[in-house]
């Protein structure tokens, strides 16, 4: 079936730094949409994606659409200690409602 | 706009009970979801609502497990003689059909843990 990998799977950056992380697919998707997660929480919708090579920013988060559409990519500028969690990529699976999400990638923020 | 509510936050159970979620979606959503969420993975699907119809069930949903949506509103998702095995997150999901551009917003979820 369809999968999600995300890279790096878990990183450390020192505060201010900027990050990069990736999804990629193994198929094509229409759709990414960026989550964090904190500990005990639900994932929060950082950023949606709908079109081939769509750049999008949210405040120090920006995710763009990549053009073969089997990856997304979300950066964030200048990390600071509250970014700590996990980044999770989610897309729906070709011809259905059923969004499949990645394997996340742990942020951790050193102050 | 008060988000997708769940409930209760936190349950615990012996095993061989039964139990009870609740989701209450965004009130104009159509899309209902349910994930079950172990530590250190992402959600994994496990099925949906448009309205009321339940349109697809992922085979994690065993036979234990049964979901509802009587009036396309709020949904109930049960499991029947719970194992240690169910011991998870479970996260409801809502978003509004029809819009070309879908999101889907998660609720805090449900952490259930079986002894």
């Known amino acids: 079936g369809q999968q999600l990998n995300q890279s790096p799977q878990s990183m450390f950056i020192q505060e201010g730094e900027d990050v990069s992380m990736n999804c990629t697919s193994s198929?094509?998707?229409?759709?990414w949409l960026w989550y964090k997660q904190d500990p005990g929480e639900g994932p929060v919708l950082l950023i949606a994606l709908y079109k081939a090579g769509e750049l999008t920013s949210n405040g120090r988060l920006t995710a763009q659409f990549g053009i073969t559409r089997k990856d997304s990519f979300l950066n964030i500028s200048a990390s600071i200690p509250s970014d700590v969690g996990i980044y999770f990529c989610?897309?729906?699976?070709?011809?259905?409602?059923?969004?499949?999400f990645g394997t996340g990638t742990r942020l951790k923020v050193l102050a | 706009d008060t988000g997708v509510s769940q409930n209760p936050r936190h349950k615990i159970t012996k095993r061989g009970q039964n139990v009870t979620f609740r989701c209450d979606p965004i009130s104009e959503h159509n899309r209902l979801y349910w994930y079950r969420q172990t530590l250190g993975q992402g959600p994994e699907f496990l099925t949906y609502?448009?309205?009321?119809?339940?349109?697809?069930k992922s085979r994690l949903l065993s036979d234990r497990f049964s979901a509802e949506r009587p009036k396309g509103s709020f949904s109930t998702l049960e499991i029947q003689r719970t194992e240690q095995g169910d011991s998870a997150m479970y996260l409801c999901?809502?978003?509004?059909?029809?819009?070309?551009?879908?999101?889907?917003?998660f609720g805090s979820g449900t952490q259930l843990s079986v002894l």
């Open positions: 999901a809502s978003s509004l059909m029809g819009q070309i551009n879908e999101k889907l917003f």
């Open positions: 609502f448009q309205n009321e119809a339940q349109l697809e």
């Open positions: 989610a897309g729906p699976t070709s011809g259905t409602y059923k969004y499949i």
């Open positions: 198929s094509i998707f229409n759709t």
